[in-house]
């Protein structure tokens, strides 16, 4: 069996073991049945953003966490670099202009364009969102050339 090579257990988004393991995903739930084919004293580790005491109750208990032994460490969610902004949308939701400013007017490439999450409620907004803001791209950088070969000549 392959379970010697193995170094670690490791479960992102292990909330989700509390959340989905009752009703969702049943079988989710009973994830921690794995340790029983792994070699002893392999290390397991849950990682989640979002752990209440009883959700972490629950992981201890579904992942078959030693009531002693085990360690849990809070990172806090303090990100300087992240923060949230809701911005009043002033146009019609699907010309998706609102957007604009995902893509500032000053950069040279794509690698210039600050990291941004946009939550949209279904796929399509979010396909018709990416070839709004890939279109504004282009259109940018376009002009950026015309600029730039109109001083050049």
Avoid at 74 to 96: Q, T, Y
Wanted: charged residues 20%; neutral net charge; aromatic residues 10%.
């Amino acid at each position: 069996m392959f379970t010697w090579r193995l170094i670690s257990m490791i479960v992102d988004e292990a909330h989700c073991l509390s959340h989905w393991g009752a009703n969702f995903q049943k079988k989710y739930g009973t994830l921690g049945m794995v340790r029983n084919f792994l070699p002893g004293g392999t290390p397991v580790i849950a990682l989640t953003a979002t752990l209440t005491g009883r959700v972490r109750c629950d992981i201890q208990s579904k992942l078959q966490f030693p009531k002693f032994g085990s360690l849990f460490r809070n990172e806090g969610n303090d990100r300087p670099n992240v923060s949230i902004v809701v911005r009043a949308c002033h146009n019609p939701l699907n010309s998706f202009t609102d957007l604009d400013f995902v893509i500032p007017n000053h950069i040279k490439n794509h690698q210039d364009i600050p990291k941004t999450w946009i939550y949209v409620d279904n796929i399509n907004t979010g396909n018709e969102m990416i070839n709004y803001l890939s279109g504004l791209l282009e259109r940018q950088q376009q002009a950026q050339q015309d600029i730039s070969s109109m001083l050049m000549d």
